[in-house]
């Protein structure tokens, strides 16, 4: 009696326990395969947009008519964007795509720049046009070489969450996918080693590292500044670490933990210029207003040698006040000098430091004259936007060159816009929309 | 110029109206209010300059450009100097020019936010709350959550400037042209960050972490531009080593 009573207890424990196990299992089954069809839908969907931009790019190297060759570029340009973008949702890990990915990128800006340009004053030339011949050429091979992929992938029934599940394991195992896509990434190597000019977006570096001209200095000299400038006794201990051999700026890095704050300071190899301070500490509620804190960063910037800095922003994040400065030479605001300084509201004291845009462009200029007077610039500025503020400015262009400009402030339908004119040529050189707050969403019910 | 003289005839009645008011206890606080404060005194300042038809847009704390231009149309309008900040000269004759309600003005704050009167925040009477909040710029409060997720998830262990670094290595990766252009394109890339594959994402992060969000969004960035780190402990890619090395900060480095 016990016996059976035991057998059935048992036997439905054991058919309980299968029948839990295998939804579980095909709990995990329905699982994986919705994964694996995200990723198959991004790789067959990249394989058909490499197609097209092939096709793309043979169209409109058989395209004769401007009227049809702008659009034909823009429509090439969505296409890498659309390209790029299944690139990033296949699980590739570290499995270099990244000479794919540049390859979609130069092709994108090579045809959205010609694709803005007006071609019946400036057709293209030669050599774009032989540029745009060697991408054709260059599409070929990749599309080739995926669409191979595909093929033995449908044929096989290769799956990407085994490349997911290889690569989480770092194990060294080959995998059809994996290879094929490095040869991929091998072949447009390749290409790139021949450098296209064209094809590179070339940013003007002359005026950069214009602190960092001065001498090298000590590890021991810089850290004797350090201890100067943010007054820490000496029996206090600092850290240091100093930047690795790749690194465009050299540094030395301190930290330094006192009772109930951490403290981290970033100066410059050469001249030991401050390069960042950050504290972190909890910030009590404010009892000084942002103004207060205005002017303490304003001391501290004096303190610290900045010359003349012109405050162009100010933010109340919690009980921090952020504050950012602009440079000002011949009451010109020299907008690649910034520098930013945090506050704590509650006592007043400088938890903040980031001079990078000042210390790596910051030098004496040679401002001209502008050429434009502010009438004519305020004339090419759009009609129904009302000027309140002008200033005279240095900013960088798209190319990275330094322009003189008139920087002005104005408002349109309740908005307020930053418009910079070439003071030289009266373009539009660049609009921001100025605006920083959002509705508080924790406020909502 | 014809808008302002229109303006000055609703301003004059009200100041005969101002000489016999009882003047409201509960005025400004004796700071000088500046563009990007936030808080109650901004609220008042906001109720004040609507009330007397210099500001119009909602009044939510928040002291913008919007504010900044009705406040200095009211310091023109006034004959004080024009700085776009509310010193005492201004207030005073803000106080005197116009009238506060602190209890009107909520109400109207709160309708205008569809907000119900019953949320916790509101319950105190005495208080006045801002409806808005400031920013880093191009960001929303949204994106700060969701980064602070990844950065703790990714990088809690570390010391502040290593949570930093992490957060930029996330903001490099969206300006970069070979990554996704937005956070959560760049943080939900199958495979770029262990803490997205594993689930430790959603962990509930702590405050040192969106400070340490906010701080890079805010452009400190401790990587030198980096795009890629690793921990040289747990690695198993040999591709990562050869990408040319910038920092090393806490147990990660930091690459090009």
């Not at chain 1, 000479?99 to 990128?105: P, S, V």
């Not at chain 1, 990434?185 to 977006?201: C, G, R, T, V, Y």
């Not at chain 1, 910034?338 to 001079?355: N, R």
């Not at chain 2, 495979?191 to 994402?201: L, M, W």
């Amino acid at each position: 009696m016990i016996r059976n009573i035991v057998i059935g207890v048992l036997a439905i424990g054991v058919i309980g326990l299968s029948v839990f196990a295998y939804n579980s299992n095909k709990e995990k089954e329905n699982f994986l395969t919705s994964v694996e069809n995200n990723y198959q839908r991004a790789f067959h969907e990249l394989t058909y947009h490499m197609d097209l931009l092939h096709d793309h790019i043979g169209t409109s190297l058989a395209m004769n008519s401007k009227d049809s060759l702008s659009p034909q570029f823009v429509e090439i340009w969505k296409v890498t964007s659309e390209a790029k973008g299944n690139v990033s949702q296949l699980p590739l890990d570290l499995v270099p795509v990244h000479d794919t990915e540049q390859f979609l990128h130069e092709v994108g800006n090579f045809t959205y720049e010609t694709s803005i340009r007006d071609l019946d004053d400036d057709p293209l030339n030669k050599e774009e046009i032989q540029t745009l011949e060697d991408l054709y050429e260059q599409s070929a091979e990749v599309k080739d070489n995926l669409r191979k992929m595909q093929h033995v992938t449908l044929n096989d029934g290769l799956k990407w969450v085994e490349i997911d599940q290889l690569l989480a394991d770092g194990s060294e195992e080959e995998h059809e996918i994996i290879d094929g896509f490095k040869a991929v990434d091998e072949h447009i190597a390749k290409f790139s080693e021949q450098k296209n000019p064209l094809l590179q977006s070339v940013k003007n570096e002359e005026n950069k590292y214009g602190l960092l001209k001065e001498k090298k200095e000590s590890k021991e000299s810089i850290e004797k500044k350090v201890r100067q400038l943010f007054s820490i006794e000496e029996d206090q201990p600092l850290t240091v670490t100093k930047s690795e051999q790749d690194a465009s700026i050299q540094t030395y890095s301190f930290t330094s933990e006192l009772d109930d704050l951490y403290m981290y300071v970033e100066m410059t190899e050469n001249g030991g210029y401050p390069l960042s301070l950050l504290i972190d500490r909890d910030v009590n509620d404010a009892t000084i207003s942002l103004y207060d804190g205005q002017i303490k960063a304003e001391k501290f910037l004096e303190d610290f040698d900045f010359e003349t800095m012109d405050l162009y922003e100010t933010q109340q994040f919690q009980d921090v006040g952020l504050y950012k400065f602009v440079h000002v030479q011949d009451d010109v605001r020299i907008f690649p000098d910034t520098v930013s300084v945090k506050v704590a509201l509650d006592d007043g004291e400088i938890i903040g430091l980031q001079a990078y845009d000042y210390v790596r462009n910051h030098h004496d200029r040679n401002i001209e004259k502008p050429k434009l007077s502010k009438k004519e610039a305020e004339k090419k500025i759009h009609e129904n936007i009302q000027i309140e503020e002008d200033n005279l400015a240095i900013v960088e262009n798209d190319r990275g060159d330094e322009i003189l400009a008139y920087e002005f402030i104005g408002t349109m339908n309740n908005d307020t816009y930053r418009v910079f004119i070439d003071a030289k040529t009266g373009a539009e050189e660049k609009i921001e929309k100025l605006s920083n707050k959002e509705m508080n969403f924790d406020m909502m019910g | 110029m014809k808008k302002r003289y229109y303006i000055l005839c609703w301003i004059v009645p009200f100041f005969f109206m101002s000489m016999f008011a009882p003047l409201k206890s509960d005025a400004f606080t004796d700071q000088v209010i500046r563009q990007g404060a936030v808080g109650e005194d901004v609220i008042e300042l906001q109720a004040r300059l609507k009330h007397i038809g210099f500001y119009s847009k909602e009044i939510d704390g928040v002291f913008g450009w919007s504010t900044y231009w009705a406040l200095r149309n009211f310091q023109y309008e006034f004959g004080i100097e024009i700085d776009g900040m509310a010193g005492s000269t201004t207030k005073e004759k803000l106080v005197k020019a116009t009238k506060y309600d602190p209890e009107q003005t909520k109400k109207e704050m709160y309708q205008t936010t569809n907000q119900p009167t019953t949320n916790k925040q509101v319950q105190n009477k005495a208080e006045v709350t801002p409806t808005a909040t400031n920013v880093p710029h191009g960001f929303s409060q949204n994106d700060i959550k969701l980064m602070a997720n990844a950065v703790y998830g990714e990088a809690r262990g570390e010391p502040y400037e290593g949570q930093v670094a992490v957060a930029s290595v996330i903001i490099n990766r969206v300006k970069h042209e070979n990554f996704p252009n937005t956070i959560s394109g760049v943080i939900f890339e199958p495979r770029a960050f262990t803490a997205v594959a594993d689930g430790q994402i959603w962990l509930t992060p702590n405050k040192t972490a969106e400070r340490a969000v906010l701080d890079a969004m805010n452009g400190w960035d401790p990587t030198g531009d980096a795009i890629y780190y690793f921990n040289p402990d747990t690695a198993t890619s040999p591709w990562i080593w050869s990408r040319p090395q910038i920092k090393k900060i806490g147990k990660h480095i930091f690459c090009e």
